[in-house]
Structure formats: structure tokens, C-alpha cells
């Protein structure tokens, strides 16, 4: 079986603030390489530093973003970061699967369809939202 799952960054998922962006933009582009990767059926232990760096990137990423909600007295801090969580933890369960299955097609397109629905949910609702919070705080 010959899956091609492609994940591409798309404008309407920018929320303006830059240092989001980028951190957007390079979970994207990691995702992307870790996608690329098992479709070229990649040795197993290069899929699984792939998996491991996002999944690391992921992780520094969530903190920079919690800081800076923190910094700016965000209401919905708590429940965003829950968000978060939830994620860290579905990661790990798919890196778990990817322990037990390897790197095929069943593996490729759960750990596919799961990550980008997830993150572009978040990116477009739940990061929108703080985005918003900080625009009204300039405004004042
Ligand atoms: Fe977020």
C-alpha cells in the first residue's frame, strides 16, 4: 500500500503573532519530514528520531506559547494548557503504537490524520483565541 499523506502550512492558519508563527510553521515543516520519511520507507530508527525531535519540539514549543500567556495575563491560560496536555499524552499513545507497529501504513496515516486534525483545530480555535486576547491588550 502507497500512502501519501502531505501536510502543508496554509496562510489561514497564521495568527499574526510571529513568534507563533514560526513555531507553527517549523511543527509543520518537522511533521512534513516525519510524513516523508515513512512514506520513503526510511529505517525505523530514523523515523524514530523524527518522532522523537517533534516530539520534543512539540513540547518547547507548548511552553513558549503557556510563557507567553502568562506574560500577558491570559484568563483561558489554564484550560489552553489542559489542551496541550491532552495532546502530549495522545502523542505519546501514538508513539507507543509506532513502538509496536513500526513505521507502516496503519501507523502513517493514524499518526497523520490524528496530528494535523489536532493541530490545525488548535491552531485555527484555541490559539486564535489568545492571539485575540493579545490584540485587545494593545488596544487598550
Ligand atoms: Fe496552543
Redesign the pocket.
Known amino acids: 500500500m502507497d500512502v501519501r499523506i502531505k501536510i502543508s502550512w496554509d496562510r489561514s492558519l497564521e495568527t499574526g503573532e510571529p513568534e507563533?508563527d514560526d513555531q507553527h510553521r517549523e511543527l509543520f515543516r518537522r511533521i512534513d519530514q516525519l510524513l516523508a520519511a515513512t512514506r520513503d520507507r526510511r529505517a525505523r530508527t530514523e523515523v524514530g528520531r523524527l518522532l522523537t525531535f517533534l516530539g520534543d519540539y512539540v513540547v518547547t514549543?507548548?511552553q513558549a506559547?503557556?510563557k507567553l500567556m502568562a506574560d500577558a495575563e491570559y484568563p483561558e491560560l489554564g484550560p489552553?494548557r489542559a489542551?496541550?496536555q491532552r495532546f502530549v499524552e495522545e502523542y505519546a499513545r501514538l508513539f507507543e503504537d509506532y513502538r509496536a507497529d513500526g513505521p507502516g501504513p496503519v501507523f502513517v496515516i493514524k499518526f497523520g490524520n490524528r496530528v494535523t486534525a489536532w493541530l490545525c483545530e488548535?491552531?485555527c480555535r484555541?490559539?486564535r483565541r489568545?492571539v485575540d486576547h493579545l490584540t485587545r491588550r494593545e488596544e487598550r
Open positions: 507563533i514549543h507548548f506559547e503557556e489552553h489542551e496541550h488548535h491552531i484555541t490559539d489568545f
